[in-house]
């Protein structure tokens, strides 16, 4: 029988209803959802769903993963509107008006996500469901569990290389390939802490050159990089100390690169609407009040492609971060 003190999948999803029953005495539920983090928790589940229907191809996994993605989808659309519409809001080269299509955008993703949550009775203990089905899937906590989950993360590591390798690190598509690679990498990441003490981070006695380069403080410092502790009777899956906080650099890197490309074209999307410019017109104007190089584009394409052949190719950073 699955284990209920630690599952990983009933720690995230108690956190979850505990936030909708409270959501739903709120006169706007996912906007306060949205300020109480609940994007963070449907990533744990989205990945734990993800991960099991990979290893394990069962229904149960990947009907519910369809499920937690859709609200993550829609919150982190909100969530970009409303982060770029609180950093544009400081720049005095920005109409009322254009700012307005970022709230118009966020306000209408709101109401769009909280009618959602009431027709697919998320606040009426949809998660039951979803704990019930879970006992019908027996496992334990040993090495031939975690074998195939291990076989899943790898399955997704040479997905990533493969995804590289075709382009020859000379890539040409922001949205297609810098921003799909990043969420792959971006699962990885988080399977560390959706796993709830499953993966551990395992220190390394050699002394790697690229640790320079990705040790900084905000990895070093990051939450997301501090694992839950073990538990006890269970079996564990090993993570390269090293590999894994380079990745999370990574992650990082490529987050600031993508955000900085979004943010043109969102705001040149928002003018294009508002001031009944061409798309041409309203692509350097973005470019010009945010003041940013003309070539940004093509420069964020180079810089990335820069950095992910040497993070894959040079110092195999993915190759070396599931401990065998």
Same mark, same amino acid.
């Given at each position: 029988?699955?284990?209920s003190?630690?599952n990983?999948f009933l ?5 979850l209803?505990?936030?909708? *029953?409270?959501?739903?005495?709120q ?8 300020k109480?983090?609940?994007? *963070? ?6 990945a734990l769903?993800r991960l099991?229907?990979?290893?394990f191809d069962?229904?149960?996994?990947s ?5 937690f993605?859709?609200?993550?989808d ?7 509107f409303?982060?770029?519409e609180s ?7 920005i109409s009322k008006?254009t700012l ?9 993703l709101?109401?769009k996500?909280?009618?959602?949550l009431?027709?697919k ?9 979803f704990?019930?089905?879970?006992s019908e899937?027996?496992?334990?906590y ?5 074998l195939a989950?291990k076989?899943?993360?790898h ?10 390798s075709?382009?020859n690190?000379?890539?040409t598509?922001?949205?297609e ?10 699962w990885?990441?988080?399977y560390g802490?959706a796993?709830?003490?499953l993966?551990?981070?395992?220190k390394?006695s050699?002394?790697?050159k690229?640790l320079?380069?990705?040790? *900084?403080?905000d990895?070093l410092n990051?939450?997301?990089n501090k694992?839950p502790a ?6 564990i ?14 992650i990082k890197?490529?987050g *600031?690169l993508?955000?900085?490309?979004l943010?043109?074209?969102k705001l040149a999307?928002a ?7 061409t798309?041409?017109q309203?692509?350097?104007?973005a470019i ?5 190089d003309?070539?940004i584009?093509?420069n ?8 992910l ?6 110092d195999?950073v993915?190759?070396?971060?599931i401990?065998?």
């Amino acid at each position: 029988m699955i284990k209920s003190e630690f599952n990983p999948f009933l720690h995230y999803s108690k956190q979850l209803q505990d936030l909708l *029953t409270e959501a739903s005495c709120q006169k706007n539920p996912v906007l306060w959802l949205y300020k109480k983090d609940v994007r *963070t928790i449907l990533f744990m589940l989205e990945a734990l769903t993800r991960l099991h229907d990979k290893a394990f191809d069962e229904r149960l996994f990947s009907k519910w993963n369809k499920r937690f993605k859709k609200l993550e989808d829609l919150f982190g659309e909100i969530d970009q509107f409303i982060v770029l519409e609180s950093e544009l809001k400081l720049n005095k080269h920005i109409s009322k008006e254009t700012l307005k299509f970022f709230i118009v955008n966020s306000t209408n993703l709101i109401d769009k996500c909280n009618q959602r949550l009431r027709d697919k009775n998320w606040f009426n203990n949809k998660l039951k469901s979803f704990d019930y089905k879970l006992s019908e899937f027996n496992v334990d906590y040993n090495d031939e569990y975690l074998l195939a989950l291990k076989k899943a993360m790898h399955h997704e590591i040479d997905e990533i290389i493969n995804l590289c390798s075709k382009s020859n690190f000379n890539f040409t598509k922001i949205e297609e390939e810098i921003h799909e690679i990043r969420r792959k990498l971006r699962w990885l990441s988080i399977y560390g802490q959706a796993l709830n003490g499953l993966i551990q981070l395992k220190k390394s006695s050699k002394k790697n050159k690229f640790l320079i380069n990705y040790f *900084t403080k905000d990895v070093l410092n990051s939450p997301y990089n501090k694992l839950p502790a073990k538990h006890k009777n269970t079996s564990i899956i090993e993570f390269d100390c090293n590999s894994f906080f380079a990745l999370s650099w990574m992650i990082k890197e490529l987050g *600031t690169l993508k955000d900085e490309g979004l943010k043109v074209q969102k705001l040149a999307d928002a003018m294009f609407i508002v001031e009944n410019i061409t798309r041409e017109q309203a692509q350097l104007k973005a470019i010009n009040v945010l003041k940013l190089d003309l070539d940004i584009q093509s420069n964020i394409l180079i810089k990335a492609s820069k950095l992910l052949e040497t993070f894959v190719v040079k110092d195999k950073v993915l190759q070396n971060l599931i401990i065998e």
